[in-house]
């Protein structure tokens, strides 16, 4: 069992900041990559930013110069920091894992409940 809990979530006025963080757990052999997805009312699951065991990483173009992503692979630690947030950004944030649980395993995606972010204009 994998287990991936985010935390950080909340109410912001526009303008404002939030840190998100999410940890691993339970039976992970290696993770591969790390990020964050985020889900806003009516719309479609879209990737916000992801960080592999190598440290590339990779931002959706909406939110470059503004979230920054930084995590170890190794410790099964990823966060975000959210900087000059826009009501737009308001959406549930999912924190993402692409890890296997044993050396044969095929390696898979895991997702945490997600963590509300609210943006007020």
């Known amino acids: 069992q994998v287990q991936l809990v985010e935390s950080g979530g909340g109410l912001v006025q526009a303008g404002g900041s939030l840190r998100l963080s999410c940890a691993a757990s339970?039976?992970?052999?290696?993770?591969?990559?790390m990020g964050w997805y985020r889900q806003a009312p009516g719309k479609q699951r879209e990737l916000v930013a992801t960080?592999?065991?190598?440290?590339?990483?990779t931002y959706a173009d909406s939110v470059k110069g503004r979230l920054t992503i930084s995590g170890d692979t190794a410790k099964a630690m990823v966060f975000l920091e959210m900087n000059s947030l826009k009501p737009e950004d308001t959406a549930v944030y999912y924190c993402?894992?692409?890890?296997?649980?044993?050396?044969?395993?095929?390696?898979?995606?895991?997702w945490g409940k997600g963590t509300l972010v609210t943006v007020s204009s």
């Open positions: 960080i592999t065991s190598s440290g590339s990483i």
């Open positions: 993402n894992a692409n890890l296997r649980t044993t050396i044969l395993s095929y390696a898979i995606d895991y």
């Open positions: 339970g039976s992970i052999f290696s993770i591969h990559r």
